[in-house]
C-alpha cells in the first residue's frame, strides 16, 4: 500500500484497509527490532517535533523512531516558536517545509495541524490536537492484535470522559475497523452528535456497533475496559466537577468483573490519575496492557513515518 508523502492528522482521513496496514507494518518493524535489525528507510531526513504540549510518550516514540530508521529528529518547543503569534501558521509551515522532510505536531488547536499540512509540502504527523489522538489508536489495535490476534470482532468499552481527543478517535478508528465501541460517560461527556452519526454510519459498513450511553451496562461482553483521565490538559480548573461526574465510571476490580469475560484487558493512554479513572488493583493487574500499548506507540509512530516518508 502506497502512502507516500501522504500527511497522518485524523482517522477519518484513513480508510479501513490503511489503518490496518500501519498496525500490520508497525508488528513487522516491532519484531525486527527485536531481533536487533534496525532500518534505514529515513537515511538523510530531518524531522521536526513541534511541542505546545508536554509530552513522554510522543515526543520519545517520535525521537526514537526517527533515529532507528536512520533520520534526525528537532525538538521545538511550542514556546519557542511564534506560532501563529508573531507569525502565521502558514508562515511557519511554509519555512519549516524548507528545511524539514517531515513534521509532527504536538498542540491545542486542530486547525494548526491542518494548516501545517496544507502549507508545508512535506508530510505531517498529529502527535494529538485538542480534537483527536490518532496515534494512540494504532498502538490501541497493535495491543489487541497482538493479545487477541486479530482485532475485527472484538469489543471495547472506553468509560469517563467520552468527549475527549482518545474518546473521538478510538469512536472513529474502532467504526472504522469493525471494533464494537461503547462509549459509558455521564451524558454532560458525550461525544458531539454529528460524529457519533458519522461514526455509526462507518461501523454499519464495517459490520460492528456504535453504543453510546450513561449506564455501565454496556461493558457487558467487553473485551477491553479503556479509560483515560476525567479532565485534559488545560482544564485543570474543571478538575473537582470532573470528579464528581465521572467517579461511576471508575475502572475497578468489579466492573472488570462486569464484563463476564475472564479473558477481558485493561488499558490506558497514560499518564494516569490512579484512585481516580482507574483503582491501583486494576492499573498493576496482570490485565493490565497499558506498558504494552505505551511502548507500541514507538512501533506505531515508527511505522506511521515509513509509511508517509520512508524510502
Known sequence: M?????????????????????????????????????????????????????????????????????????????SELQLGEKESIEDTARVLGRMFDGIEFRGFD?????????????????GLTDEWHPTQVLATFLTLKEHFGYVKGLKLVYLGDG???????????????????????????????ELVETCEALAKEAGST???????????????????VWYSMGEEKKQVERIKLSAPYQVNAALMKRTGKDTTIFSHCLPA????????????????KVFDEAENRLHTIKAIMVATLGE
Open 210 to 228: 456504535v453504543t453510546i450511553s450513561d449506564s455501565l451496562d454496556v461493558v457487558e461482553g467487553a473485551d477491553i475496559l479503556y479509560t483515560d
Open 110 to 126: 486542530h486547525e494548526y495541524v491542518e494548516a501545517l499540512a496544507e502549507y508545508s509540502g512535506v508530510p505531517v504527523w498529529n
Open 2 to 78: 502506497n502512502m507516500k508523502g501522504r500527511s497522518f492528522l485524523k482517522l477519518l482521513d484513513l480508510t479501513p484497509e490503511e489503518i490496518m496496514y500501519l498496525v500490520d507494518l508497525a508488528q513487522e518493524l516491532k519484531e525486527k527490532r527485536k531481533q536487533g535489525i534496525r532500518g534505514n528507510s529515513l537515511a538523510g531526513k530531518n524531522i521536526a517535533l513541534i511541542f505546545e504540549k508536554p509530552s513522554t510518550r510522543t515526543r520519545c516514540a517520535f525521537t526514537v523512531g526517527a533515529q532507528e530508521e536512520g533520520a534526525m529528529a528537532t525538538y521545538l518547543a511550542g
Open 163 to 193: 468527549r475527549n481527543n482518545v474518546a473521538n478517535s478510538l469512536l472513529v478508528g474502532c467504526a472504522k475497523v469493525g471494533v464494537d465501541i461503547a462509549i459509558s460517560a455521564p451524558k454532560k461527556l458525550w461525544p458531539k452528535k
Open 273 to 288: 490519575n490512579k484512585e481516580k479513572e482507574v483503582t491501583t488493583e486494576v492499573f498493576e493487574s496482570e490485565a493490565s
